[in-house]
């Protein structure tokens, strides 16, 4: 069989981008209803051929590493995150630098942040009142902003702490703006006129960043401290080999970005949806189970992340379709996490779908999959969990208005007006 692409809209370029950007759950639906499970968009400089099979998503997320790159796929990144991120590496060097990382994000060691999660939320809390009307992603993402300064950067209170909070969240405001990620997918994230717009932007962090790594590296106490960036100064593999400081900057910078809006979008998506469900927020109060439960349809409903990119390197068969070299394959996590014949009422927000047993590895997909799994998940949904029982255990909500709809932000989807709610009491 002759490798080609699948069908899909013949729209041109920029009348597709605009429907992904301003509609990208209808987009999406209107193609599937159109073309099936698997057909081919442009959006972006090579087109992207969207799966939404989960036994095709499957094939991709266990495909050989040298078959599938992501790094690639995730090139509107590298002017943000930088050439060194782990999201951005392919083969042996992206394989060395998620050896090094991994241990951070997990076991006993995750569970050493949760204490810090606890005290930024009700530092987040101490001025709400009854009567307030809030959204709740801007006090989400104070929340996720110390969990990052202090258990990721490992700067705790003082001058240093507060210097570093401002500059990263007024970075972050400016680069996730949806417009910075249209000029980059207009003009290529290699564009001389784009690396030099970051380089601009990014230099009082990247400033910053660099002088924190140093003072690191020669703190005294550097094997006696439990966060994420003494952690990875450690880290080394088999030859001995850890991290230099670009390397290092890079990956600062892809948890900040990663962990930040993601986990803060999810927490406001979290309470839009909990808060016009009728006691649902009690319950997450009360049973961590729940909690648990409401999370992952959380993150199923409403992803903050609508797709996760591929490239092949050479022809390859997706899906009984042979595709050829240099194709962008998409899983696409809008519509997998939508299908009728695998979630009853698809539409429908119901935490109790996951009490009897954990999503499925290829129809659950908001953290990606494979060796390309997003390395912070599971801090990602202790530190919701926490931040969501916490907020349910010391005040009582009530939605504001009409359900919110999906708007964009840079490549996030988050509620249009930020998950608003009305204090009606503290416990």
């Known amino acids: 069989m002759d490798a080609a692409l699948p069908p899909g809209p013949r729209a041109p370029r920029a009348l597709q981008m605009s ?80 050896r090094l990382m991994l241990p951070a994000f997990h076991g006993a060691r995750l569970q050493r942040y949760r204490d810090i999660m606890v005290e930024a939320t009700d530092r987040a809390l101490a001025g709400w009142r009854p009567g307030d009307r809030i959204s709740l992603r801007p006090h989400a993402q ?68 660099h002088r924190l790594i140093a003072a690191r590296r020669s703190a005294p106490d550097l094997a006696e401290r439990d966060d994420v960036l003494s952690m990875l100064l450690l880290a080394r593999d088999e030859d001995g080999r850890g991290l230099s400081d670009a390397e290092l900057r890079d990956e600062l910078m892809t948890l900040l970005v990663a962990g930040h809006e993601t986990t803060a979008n999810t927490l406001a998506w979290a309470f839009e949806r909990l808060s016009r469900t009728p006691g649902a927020l009690e319950r997450a109060a009360d049973d961590a189970a729940y909690a648990e439960a409401a999370v992952r349809e959380t993150l199923r409903l409403r992803p903050v992340i609508a797709v996760v990119a591929r490239r092949l390197t050479r022809a390859a068969s997706i899906g009984g379709r042979a595709l050829p070299e240099g194709t962008v394959v998409v899983p696409c996590i809008l519509l997998v996490h939508r299908r009728p014949d695998v979630y009853a009422d698809p539409d429908v927000f119901r935490p109790e779908r996951f009490l009897d047993g954990p999503p499925g590895t ?48 840079a490549i996030t989807l988050v509620p249009a007006r930020g998950g608003e709610v009305r204090v009606l009491a503290r416990r």
């Open 142 to 209: 104070a929340i996720t902003m110390e969990v990052i300064v202090r258990a990721v950067f490992g700067v705790d209170a003082g001058a240093d702490h507060d210097r570093l909070r401002a500059l990263l969240a007024d970075v972050l405001d400016r680069l996730t703006r949806a417009r910075r990620m249209v000029r980059i997918a207009a003009a290529g994230p290699n564009s001389p006129r784009i690396v030099a717009l970051f380089r601009r932007e990014l230099a009082d962090v990247d400033a910053e960043l």
């Open 362 to 409: 290829y129809t659950w997909i908001p953290f990606g999959g494979g060796v390309r799994r997003c390395l912070g998940a599971s801090f990602a949904q202790m530190e919701l969990e926490v931040v969501l029982r916490r907020i349910a255990q010391r005040v009582t909500l009530a939605p504001v208005g009409e359900p919110e709809p999906v708007r964009r932000r």
């Open 19 to 98: 429907g992904w950007l301003a509609r990208p759950l209808w987009f999406a639906q209107q193609c599937r209803a159109r073309f099936g499970d698997m057909f081919t968009v442009r959006i972006e400089e090579r087109p992207w051929v969207m799966l939404a099979d989960p036994a095709a998503i499957r094939e991709v997320f266990t495909a050989p590493p040298d078959l599938v790159h992501a790094g690639d796929a995730n090139a509107i990144l590298r002017p943000m995150l930088g050439p060194s991120s782990v999201l951005l590496l392919d083969g042996a060097e992206h394989l060395h630098q998620r």
